[in-house]
């Protein structure tokens, strides 16, 4: 994975828009208005902040080292994920699809049937 093919698998999701709220480093991922990922763009290591299972968030940082709880966001429910080729990609467009899942799946029901709608 790279960032332009993270870039192209978020915008292959229903609903995605791409936003740089916190200024022109960091690249943030929403589904429906609501954050899902969030990458840096200062040009550092590259990682990713996903949403998480608290349970799935703390087997995965037993399991890989550079799987770590997410950086400036609540720990309970992110992970950081520093990627540099030591976890494998599918692995990782994996846990993107489980964020963006997660996200939708605490939508309003308003909120799922104009995703619902986008998806036609």
């Known amino acids: 994975m790279n960032p332009e093919s993270l870039r192209d698998y978020c915008l ?3 609903g995605v828009t791409e936003e ?3 200024g022109p480093d960091t690249l943030v991922f929403k589904v429906m208005g609501k954050v899902f990922l969030l990458t840096p763009l200062d040009g ?3 990682t990713m902040n996903v949403k998480c299972d608290p349970e799935k968030a703390e087997d995965l940082r037993a399991r890989y080292p550079d799987v770590r709880p997410g950086f400036h966001m609540n720990k309970k429910h992110w992970n950081t994920v520093y ?3 030591s ?6 467009f994996e846990w993107v699809k489980d964020s ?3 996200v ?3 939508l309003t029901k308003a ?3 104009e995703l619902e709608e986008l998806k036609k």
Do not use: A, E
């Open 12 to 14: 292959t999701l229903p």
């Open 20 to 22: 740089l709220p916190f």
């Open 87 to 92: 976890i494998p990609g599918d692995s990782l």
């Open 44 to 46: 550092g290591h590259f």
């Open 83 to 85: 990627i540099n080729g």
């Open 100 to 102: 963006y899942d997660l």
């Open 104 to 106: 939708v799946k605490s």
């Open 111 to 113: 909120q799922k049937q």
